[in-house]
């Protein structure tokens, strides 16, 4: 009878011992499709949240700027009483304190009034997963379409390759921008000066 070689026994044992790393649970789909086109009318979007994980970090200022034709026409601009303690950090990064969103709506209120104010529109965002992230959280609370998202980074790796980064810091001061950051309004203003810098170069 031929004997098992040293090497074979050895795999053998490592495939029966080696731990199953299945998920638990199914990775969510990405319920959004990503999109580089050119759109003119469009819903820039930013959220300011206590911390980076949707669903178990919540929302403390929304802001959404619509643009028809690359012009203004509509802002929502809203404080959030997120119902959880706000960090010293995101105090100091925000300037939002507990004290600012004690008397402010919860999320129940407004997430309805948001889905609104976006209608069938796109949306542009900076670094979209993560405000992508937040906005799919609110499924729970109200029913949230499959938009056509623009990511404002990936759009500004293609057309600014000087700067050194793509953060929205970075490439608001690359064109000179008056930036309010970590404010919602501000950044989606930015954001939205950035796109249109962006498709203007493309």
């Not at 026994?9 to 731990?19: N, S």
């Not at 959004?32 to 949707?54: M, P, W």
């Not at 105090?91 to 009034?113: F, K, L, M, S, W």
């Not at 000087?162 to 309004?185: C, G, I, Q, R, V």
């Amino acid at each position: 009878m031929e004997r098992p070689n040293p090497r074979e026994i050895l795999e053998q044992k490592m495939r029966e011992t080696r731990p199953s790393w299945t998920r638990k649970t199914p990775a969510k789909p990405k319920k959004y499709k990503s999109n580089l086109k050119r759109v003119d009318d469009y819903v820039v979007l930013d959220f300011e949240t206590t911390g980076l994980r949707a669903g178990s970090d919540k929302i403390i200022q929304i802001g959404a700027v619509k643009y028809i034709g690359h012009m203004h026409k509509d802002t929502m601009y809203v404080t959030i009483n997120p119902e959880q303690h706000i960090s010293s950090t995101i105090t100091r990064i925000t300037g939002i304190t507990n004290a600012d969103v004690r008397d402010a709506p919860v999320i129940e209120d407004v997430a309805h009034e948001l889905i609104q104010f976006i209608g069938g529109l796109p949306l542009i965002a900076h670094n979209a997963p993560f405000d992508m992230g937040f906005l799919y959280a609110l499924e729970e609370i109200t029913p949230i379409p499959e938009y056509t998202v623009i990511d404002t980074v990936k759009l500004a790796r293609k057309a600014i390759p000087e700067t050194p980064n793509h953060k929205l810091t970075t490439l608001s001061a690359y064109l000179e921008l008056e930036h309010n950051a970590h404010d919602a309004l501000g950044d989606c203003l930015a954001t939205a000066a950035i796109y249109q810098f962006c498709i203007g170069r493309m």
